[in-house]
């Protein structure tokens, strides 16, 4: 079920409390115009059995193909307050005349050290980017609110949910 419990298991979240979740997620999307994709809700999914959290967007009422993306993150716990990040893979969710062939596609991500140098390149520099790597610092935890601070010095503040916002009408 959905909720947060006492953890993810062993050397997985114990110390921070995380257990298989819903949670809000509140980000800045440039991705073109509403009209195009529609209104874009973002939430995260926590899997405790496979130790992910998976960054997710979904569009609806949009006319384009694409209905959403996930961005899937393994943690690893490196203390009782901090988790270190490894971005994995992005699944596009696609309209598509051929729904099993085309309609989720995968892309791999290389390595995170890669990730973080592309980002400062990319920035010229201006970009914050933690030598630790990508992953956060929880700073406050119950049942319905987390909050925690990246690596990076972003503050992110969630709150549960009970079911997964919907994607365009015609996904079912």
């Known amino acids: ?54 960054n997710a967007v979904n569009f609806s009422g949009g006319m384009g193909k694409l209905r959403g993306f996930r961005v899937v993150v393994a943690g690893r716990t490196e203390n009782d307050s901090d988790m270190k990040l490894y971005f994995k893979r992005v699944k596009l969710l696609r309209k598509s005349r051929v729904p099993f062939l085309l309609g989720r596609i995968y892309i791999p991500l290389p390595p995170s050290w890669l990730l973080r140098v592309a980002g400062r390149i990319a920035s010229m520099g201006k970009a914050n980017v933690s030598r630790r790597g990508a992953g956060f610092t929880m700073l406050y935890l119950d049942d319905d609110l987390r909050m925690h601070k990246t690596f990076d010095g972003l503050y992110f503040v969630q709150k549960r949910l009970d079911e997964e916002p919907p994607m365009a009408e015609d996904e079912a």
């Open 1 to 54: 079920g959905l909720g947060l419990g006492l953890g993810f298991g062993v050397g997985f979240g114990v110390g921070l409390g995380l257990g298989p979740s819903l949670l809000s997620q509140t980000l800045s999307l440039s991705l073109g115009s509403q009209g195009e994709r529609g209104e874009a809700t973002t939430f995260q999914i926590i899997d405790s059995a496979k130790r992910t959290f998976t």
